[in-house]
């Protein structure tokens, strides 16, 4: 039947009642309500499971430049390979979407870990079956003493990991207009901040009904400074730009509003 679910077209798999998927394991972390909530471009998914938990060993991390996303490639323990689809050719694509990746402690590559989120089928990856997002990964340590959730590294100092984040975006732009957003990411405390640079951003612009519309990952230079310029391609309205800032062990959430109008 896996098969056959690969093979069909898109609009089709969309209608397909949900195939099998691994099961959710219970008091690590909540299932959520709504699994597609801030993951950018939810349309390319089709939820087949809510909430899944499977384990394996890490084969890839990478930070995705284009969205944002911490994509993880896993070996999925024996148990679990047999909810993969043919176009994952062995490996699970995981993610951690941008909003999370402050409170999602990453594992490295080799190690074992157990994985909680979403299970979905990827129509923009050849019909993968993926984890997506994931909010809670936890791993195994390194005597095989079974699964435990990782300790963070010792904190570092208050002063140190807060983040003062300024965002300057247009207050009113017409349809098809820039929205030019600049933003200043700094360090410390007040009278002792310093520029924040290579910080990760993460736009996403929402509408009136919390919905987003538009997404754009970048990040800060030398100075701490990001210079970035969105499209309004909505109706016209009143929007949201919100920003996740994140750099190990900070992070920070900011959003201003803009309207869009007719020309």
């Known amino acids: 039947m896996a098969l056959g679910l690969v093979q069909r077209p898109p609009a089709e798999n969309a209608a397909t009642p949900a195939a099998i998927a691994p099961a959710w394991q219970t008091g690590a972390v909540l299932c959520r309500d709504d699994p597609m909530a801030y993951v950018p471009h939810p349309t390319r998914f089709v939820v087949l499971a809510r909430c899944s938990t499977v384990s394996g060993t890490v084969r890839q991390v990478r930070r995705d430049p284009v969205d944002g996303e911490l994509n993880m490639l896993v070996a999925l323990d024996q148990p679990y390979s047999r909810f993969l689809l043919y176009g ?109 640079p290579e910080a990760n951003l993460f ?45 190990p062990g900070r992070s920070a959430i900011v959003s201003a509003p803009v309207t869009v109008r007719r020309r």
Do not use: C
């Open 88 to 196: 994952n050719q062995g490996l699970l694509r995981t993610a951690v979407v941008p909003r999370d990746i402050p409170k999602v402690m990453a594992p490295k590559v080799g190690q074992h870990a157990t994985f909680y989120g979403s299970w979905v089928m990827d129509r923009n990856q050849h019909n993968q079956a993926a984890m997506h997002p994931v909010w809670k990964v936890t791993t195994s340590n390194d005597l095989g003493q079974g699964s435990r959730a990782t300790s963070p590294a010792k904190p570092p100092s208050a002063t140190a990991r807060r983040v003062q984040v300024q965002m300057q975006v247009t207050k009113s732009v017409p349809m098809g207009g820039p929205i030019d957003v600049l933003v200043r990411a700094e360090s410390g405390s007040k009278g002792a901040r310093r520029p924040l």
């Open 203 to 247: 736009f996403e612009v929402r509408d009136d009904d919390g919905r987003g519309v538009q997404w754009k990952a970048a990040m800060t230079n030398a100075l701490g400074l990001a210079r970035v310029t969105l499209v309004a391609l909505e109706h016209p309205g009143s929007f949201r730009v919100w920003l996740f800032v994140d750099k």
